[in-house]
């Protein structure tokens, strides 16, 4: 039934699969390795504004010169962030929900909270701006201005830094948003949000960062800019050894202390794309 | 449509210059998966081969199980390994998540009732009548058994070959518990992922002709072994 040429083919595969797998054997050790002496791996969660706009592929290099810390990236919404580290699965957090992280610090999940840096949101949408976004005077008169003409708005909805922000902002203008035939949430990062927005010339609340580093693909216009109400501020925090011992503590410490550097703030702010700076050093706004 | 051209051939410079950053993320890929593979054909075909000498009536929920389980969306396993990998969920002392390991464990989770079930199915076909032939020449019940998966070869083959197909293209499961981390944990579909959110549709296309490549020379290996099993048979 089998014919020598298929025998061999079978071999063939067998050894490529077996090759596969003894390769696979090998290097799993070595991810389990804890850190040594010097050096080291943490395991950093953060959003996908941070992670997409290029920033921590242009930090991180750095600071394993200066350290020899490797570190390892895990980007998703602020919620799961926040999350993750609450359950101890990451050591240390660059969120943007400085509300949150405040609680949470008070409740015990995570230490050594500073700010890092801040930019901000922007009201995007298509050039016609068919609700006159651009005319608004406020944050809040703008959102009204987008239920009262019913343009189309396209949502975070995915309980990131983002979507945390806007749900505020709805609350403050006094629009309830969900079950309005112009809104849609996405449940998606930034970047398929603005696509989305771009595809439906629909508007959308977006940070900077990530409406810059995209907008040569989008055919969406900065509407609205500028309102207090819309500055985005990070946070870097550890977590908290007391709950999670197993957490690589130290190391989380250097990596806070990098960012929080004199020379960590001015990577920061050297940091351009297209021309523009994406992220400003240091503590914003007071709230 | 100008841009998908593009991406195809930024992707092909990118392929044949062996992009360092590319060819990491293709291996782990095949380590990943070959590993998850590997695991469930060494606990799949056994279990599939025992099942299927069975008699039906036996094993009638069982089966069920089976094949609802080889149609497991990848989220939801990798949904359930994460939380029993969390610190805080039963097995997060071993500190597994966001590891090649944990993807791995997923995947098998995956592919284990795809071999399975495809096994039953093959050895179901032929398999008494090997069985009962071998035993009447005098072979014991490993050896009868051991005859009976040298007979079903092909389907064995068959099994491995699509549960493999099933695991490397799926995103659902690796993303979650593998966490997507560049150098550790990244693979094919999960880069995809991460390069169309960043724009980066080259990279992002390039790996998908990877993928595609590696599907055709899967299922050309597939066809021929089945037309010749046929053939031959």
Wanted: charged share 20%; glycine share 12%.
């Amino acid at each position: 039934m089998f014919d020598k040429r298929n025998l061999k083919l079978l071999g063939l595969l067998m050894a490529l699969v077996l090759a596969a797998g003894l390769l696979a054997v090998g290097c799993a050790p070595k991810e389990e390795e804890p850190g040594g002496e010097a050096g080291g791996e943490i395991i950093l969660a953060t959003t996908t504004s941070t992670y997409d706009s290029g920033l921590l592929d242009y930090l991180h290099p750095i600071f394993k010169e200066k350290t020899g810390i490797e570190v390892k990236v895990i980007s998703q919404g602020t919620g799961q962030a926040l999350e993750t580290g609450k359950n101890g699965d990451a050591d240390v957090l660059l969120v943007h929900d400085r509300q949150a992280e405040l609680q949470l610090v008070e409740e015990g999940f995570f230490v050594d909270r500073h700010d890092v840096m801040y930019n901000d949101f922007i009201i995007v949408g298509p050039e016609a701006d068919p609700s006159g976004v651009k005319e608004a005077g406020s944050a809040l008169e703008a959102l009204q201005k987008i239920a009262a003409g019913e343009t189309e708005f396209v949502s975070r909805g995915d309980d990131s830094g983002t979507h945390r922000l806007e749900m505020r902002l709805w609350e403050a203008a006094g629009v309830a948003p969900e079950d309005q035939a112009w809104y849609a949430s996405a449940g998606s990062g930034m970047g398929d949000t603005l696509r989305m927005a771009h595809e439906k010339e629909a508007y959308c609340i977006a940070d900077r960062g990530t409406y810059v580093s995209l907008k040569k693909d989008l055919d969406l216009v900065l509407l609205f800019d500028g309102d207090p109400a819309l500055f985005n501020q990070y946070g870097v925090m550890a977590v908290n050894p007391e709950k999670h011992p197993h957490v690589k503590y130290d190391l989380a410490k250097k990596y806070i202390e990098f960012l929080t550097s004199q020379e960590g703030q001015e990577l920061i702010a050297g940091f351009k794309k297209e021309g523009e700076t994406l992220f400003f050093p240091g503590l914003g706004l007071e709230e | 449509m100008p841009r998908l051209l593009e991406g195809i051939m930024e992707a092909f410079t990118l392929i044949i210059k062996l992009d360092p950053e590319l060819m990491k993320i293709v291996l782990l890929s095949l380590q990943v998966s070959g590993a998850a593979i590997i695991i469930s054909t060494l606990l799949g075909i056994p279990l599939g081969t025992w099942l299927g000498l069975k008699p039906e009536k036996k094993t009638a929920l069982i089966n069920k199980v089976i094949y609802t389980f080889m149609g497991l969306p990848p989220v939801v396993a990798g949904l359930v390994i994460y939380l029993l990998l969390s610190r805080v969920g039963p097995l997060g002392v071993l500190g597994l998540l966001y590891t090649p390991t944990a993807m791995i464990i997923a995947q098998v989770t995956l592919a284990l009732p795809i071999v399975t079930g495809l096994t039953l199915v093959g050895v179901r076909s032929r398999g008494k009548e090997v069985e009962e032939t071998a035993r009447s020449l005098g072979a014991g019940p490993l050896l009868s058994a051991w005859t009976v998966v040298r007979e079903s070869r092909v389907a064995l083959l068959g099994a491995v070959v699509t549960g493999f197909g099933r695991v490397i293209a799926e995103v659902g499961a690796v993303m979650m518990v593998g966490g997507n981390i560049e150098g550790h944990t990244r693979v094919m579909t999960t880069a995809i992922v991460l390069e169309t959110r960043k724009g980066n549709y080259a990279y992002a296309i390039g790996l998908g002709l990877i993928l595609l490549t590696l599907s055709f020379v899967i299922n050309t290996f597939l066809y021929r072994v089945q037309r010749g099993g046929e053939v031959n048979s």
